[in-house]
């Protein structure tokens, strides 16, 4: 039955950004036993003030009351800090084709609209905490990228 | 010194570092819709959204600390000017865009050394929440230091501007290295940086990004303070007025 807590957890979608799981992102950090001899699905922020923390909090809680896991509760973990690292390969093909640059170390991304490498950045902060404002010199069109954290 | 004797000096820390990032974001947040462009209002407002998620994890531990059922919006909502702990630098009103930029790249040049050193915390609670913030600071203060630079060797009107904006919030900066009872038996406890290296971190940024601007240290005093005591500027009530007013109109409301 945890095993299905965990599994219920990562298919909830992010809030944001619909086309990647909590599990594609790394937020669901695993299975904590309680003192009191249930289990927490572990989950931990993003960014410190993101705003969708607490809506990715009722969704999980909907799901697995939803999966009839009620006694399974949640916790949030702040340590070890969440970092874009954690986001699986899934999930950063699953950010490109949503039109979203998945983070990378490279110093350009790669344009989710038409696949060029001749892109700037444009603001270092975008439409969420997580993404930055990008543009391609290819094709003009704007994209946000993760932003490594 | 037991954990429990150090209880009241972390729960003094995490106040005036969480009613820093309180004010501040506050502050920043007056600019959304009002930026000069939506690039710097994203910006702004993004930073804002950062220091809100501190304030959140540094005055729920405070409370957690104090022990008397206070929650962080309790704290945030529900206390009167005095008993705000925010460093003086915070509260300055925002002022032109040039300083908003002066106040911002003070703090963070301060806040990215300090949460450094605080993220080795013996203290957990301090050190996670040190380490989760400190990630984003990095950004804060890249950002402000960009534009201090932009501004200092822009036109002559946004070069002025940005002297102005340096000059203003100067005089408040001095109190963010004091040391007292406070700090001094967390330092003992290895708890709390000493003040020396991080004034050294801060004056080594501060000084690459005024050369880079073109820009001279402002010349005045550095020595106005009384944040950490309760003594506050009449703009910070007023904030408070506006920050407070519907949690204190309608204590018992529920989302």
Not at chain 1, 35 to 53: E, R, S
Not at chain 2, 29 to 35: L, T, V
Not at chain 2, 239 to 250: G, I, K, N, S
């Amino acid at each position: 039955m945890t095993a299905d807590a965990l599994a219920v957890a990562g298919a909830v979608p992010d809030p944001e950004i619909p086309a990647v799981t909590l599990a594609d992102l790394g937020i669901v950090r695993g299975l904590r036993p309680r003192a009191d001899g249930g289990t927490d699905v572990a989950l931990t922020p993003t960014y410190t003030g993101c705003p969708a923390t607490l809506a990715i909090e009722l969704m999980v809680r909907r799901a697995l009351d939803d999966a009839g896991l009620r006694a399974v509760g949640i916790r949030t973990e702040l340590s070890p800090p969440w970092t874009t690292d954690w986001i699986t390969a899934e999930g950063h093909a699953k950010l490109h084709a949503y039109g979203i640059a998945p983070p990378g170390k490279a110093e350009t991304a790669t344009c989710p609209h038409c696949g060029s490498t001749d892109t700037a950045e444009v603001s270092r902060f975008g439409s969420t905490p997580c993404k930055a404002l990008w543009q391609c010199r290819a094709c003009a069109e704007p994209f946000d990228r993760f932003k490594c954290h | 010194m037991a954990t429990d004797d150090l209880r009241p000096a972390r729960m003094v820390q995490a106040m005036r570092l969480g009613d820093d990032s309180l004010i501040l974001g506050q502050r920043l947040s007056a600019w959304c819709g009002h930026a000069p462009t939506l690039e710097i209002d994203l910006a702004l407002a993004n930073i804002a959204l950062d220091l809100v998620g501190q304030a959140t994890l540094l005055l729920g531990y405070a409370g957690e600390l104090e022990g008397a059922g206070r929650n962080a919006d309790r704290l945030a909502f529900h206390r009167d000017v005095r008993d705000f702990r925010n460093c003086l630098l915070v509260e300055q009103p925002n002022g032109d865009f040039a300083r908003t930029i002066a106040r911002q790249f003070l703090f963070s040049a301060w806040q990215l050394p300090l949460f450094q050193a605080l993220a080795r915390s013996p203290d957990p609670r301090m050190a996670e929440i040190a380490a989760k913030a400190v990630k984003e600071v990095g950004y804060h203060v890249e950002f402000a230091g960009d534009w201090v630079v932009r501004l200092g060797d822009g036109t002559e009107d946004s070069r002025r501007r940005m002297a102005e904006g340096l000059a203003w919030c100067w005089r408040t900066t001095g109190e963010l290295f004091a040391a007292d009872g406070m700090q001094r038996t967390l330092a003992t406890a290895g708890e709390a940086p000493d003040p020396a290296p991080i004034r050294a971190a801060w004056d080594a940024r501060v000084d690459a990004v005024l050369s880079d601007a073109g820009l001279d240290r402002p010349a005045g005093t550095d020595a106005v303070r009384g944040g950490r005591d309760g003594l506050h500027g009449e703009h910070l009530g007023h904030l408070l007025a506006e920050m407070q007013v519907l949690p204190r109109t309608h204590p018992d409301a529920t989302w």
